[in-house]
């Protein structure tokens, strides 16, 4: 007889494993800055004062011509993002002091080709980014390069409709062939697209400028398919040019509990985290379209033009791995919500930051043991953090128990899962530094373990200074996140 849990077929880990990837993670458009680069949809989002609460993501095209021909009248703090365009050799530095291992960051595909398809790429801008791989490669830190981090060229918006449009996907396909081609071998992990399942914001997500078509609903879907095939195309070609890359999958996090145990609550929250989380991974990973999205795309009059070859494609061409970014939990009531993502309850049992984001550590756990159940492929945290608004203090730094806290509340949760069996290779914390909100285009929304000294209007020095987490995090990594 023999032991189970000895058994050279079976592992039981206590804890990380060696090689984990402590990581952190940012974007082009929330921290490069325009400078070199052609224009975005990121950029025209702007910074109100009066409306910080609710500022326009999802511009019509009256807005977007109004910002484009009088910018004078507005602030676009993403256009300046925390200049990490010029800063990042001293940032990569201050980040090497933390022992980093992986570093999460997007292309801009507008420095690649400013206006998205120009005839021929900018060599200043892959000059930037070889220059930024040489950077963490004389760091050791390993890159995770995500390509499109909801930054469309502001024209393939207003002119094609984004992912609608065959020369936008072609233009797409261009970007990442180029980008492919010149950093293969020193990418092994590849995120096409950020938060696939994310496609309130229509214009961010897939360049669909919402005044311009009908059916806004199904168009988004459409979009949608249109991303898959070309990450399938993305992953095929990457492994043909490096065999040792890999591709992931990217959910922002929307898994919801039902708001009580009423049998129409728990099978509310059951289809709608089938149809807002688990179709875009089941068919990025599993390659099919579940049987569960086409009964709700017949019932909801949606369907999906499938050119010939798309589904094989999809399904010969799945993802290695999923990477999650989570950062709160809430739930749902048959009664009082819809099926539209983002349109939930916030779960009363928990706490929220300023913006209402909940904290929820268990909730990470939960779905980590989902996913795994599910999927079986490793899993990664693309990013996870806490914003909030500060000030430096006059002992020139901040003291973010808070940050420490929730960051150290979901990397036990990730151990634990680890404990537990998921297969969970990366960590990537959100933010490294203080950098441009995505949502709402605030700087004092702060995520960072370094302060950024820059303020909505961006005003300031810009000069970086380590919080408290900062001198935490190091520990964690030096520990492999034994000391929490
Ligand atoms: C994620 C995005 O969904 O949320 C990030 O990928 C973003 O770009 C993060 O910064 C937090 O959102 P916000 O609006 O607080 O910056």
């Not at 507005?74 to 291992?101: A, N, Q, T, V």
């Not at 499109?148 to 449009?165: E, I, K, Q, W």
């Not at 992990?189 to 399942?197: F, K, L």
């Not at 070859?309 to 970014?325: P, R, V």
Request: charged share 25%; aromatic share 12%.
């Amino acid at each position: 007889m023999a032991s189970l849990l000895e058994s050279e077929r079976t592992s039981v880990r206590d804890g990380f494993p060696e090689g984990f990837l402590w990581g952190a993670a940012i974007s082009a458009k929330q921290a490069e800055g325009s400078e070199g680069r052609g224009l975005t949809v990121a950029d025209l989002q702007d910074f109100s004062p009066e409306n910080k609460a609710k500022v326009k993501g999802d511009l019509s095209s009256d807005e977007i011509r109004d910002r484009l021909e009088h910018p004078d009248r507005y602030c676009f703090p993403k256009e300046l993002g925390i200049e990490f365009y010029r800063r990042y050799p001293e940032d990569i530095e201050m980040l090497s002091g933390l022992g980093l291992k992986s570093f999460r960051f997007s292309m801009a595909w507008s420095r690649i080709f400013p206006n998205g398809d120009d005839a021929e790429p900018s060599e200043e801008g892959l000059a930037y980014y070889d220059a930024l791989l040489s950077c963490l490669e004389a760091h050791g830190i390993e890159p995770i390069v995500t390509l499109y981090h909801d930054d469309m060229p502001v024209s393939l918006a207003t002119r094609y409709n984004g992912f609608l449009s065959e020369h936008v996907q072609d233009a797409f396909l261009r970007y990442a062939e180029t980008v492919l081609r010149r950093f293969a071998g020193r990418v092994r992990y590849w995120i096409p697209v950020n938060q696939i399942n994310l496609t309130r914001v229509g214009l961010s997500s897939l360049g669909i400028v919402r005044d311009t078509v009908e059916d806004l609903d199904a168009k988004k879907l459409q979009g949608v398919h249109n991303k898959f095939v070309l990450c399938a195309k993305i992953a095929r070609l990457g492994r043909e040019l490096d065999p040792s890359a890999r591709f992931g999958a990217m959910l922002a996090d929307f898994l919801l509990n039902p708001l009580t145990c009423k049998p129409e609550d728990v099978i509310m929250a059951t289809q709608k985290n089938q149809m807002t989380m688990y179709f875009y991974a089941d068919v990025q990973l599993r390659g099919h379209y579940p049987g569960y999205a086409l009964r709700y795309f017949r019932d909801n009059g949606m369907d999906v033009e499938v050119r010939p070859g798309e589904l094989e494609l999809i399904a010969d061409n799945t993802m290695d791995f999923l990477a999650i970014s989570y950062y709160n939990s809430n739930v749902v009531s048959a009664e009082k919500n819809t099926m539209a993502i983002g349109d939930y309850i916030v779960n009363p049992y928990l706490e929220a930051n300023p913006w209402g984001w909940t904290v929820n550590p268990t909730g990470l756990l939960d779905g980590f043991l989902r996913y795994w159940d599910r999927y079986q492929v490793p899993l990664m945290i693309a990013e996870n953090g806490f914003g909030q608004v500060e000030e430096l203090g006059a002992d020139g730094t901040v003291h973010d128990d808070y940050r420490i806290a929730y960051l150290s509340e979901h990397i036990a949760a990730i151990r634990e899962a680890i404990r537990r069996g998921v297969d969970v290779f990366s960590y990537c914390l959100w933010s490294p530094i203080d950098m441009v909100s995505s949502g709402t285009s605030e700087m004092r929304k702060r995520y960072g373990l370094i302060y950024t000294d820059q303020d909505d209007y961006g005003n300031g020095s810009r000069r970086r200074y380590p919080k408290d987490s900062y001198a935490w995090y190091r520990k964690v990594i030096e520990t492999n996140g034994e000391t929490l």
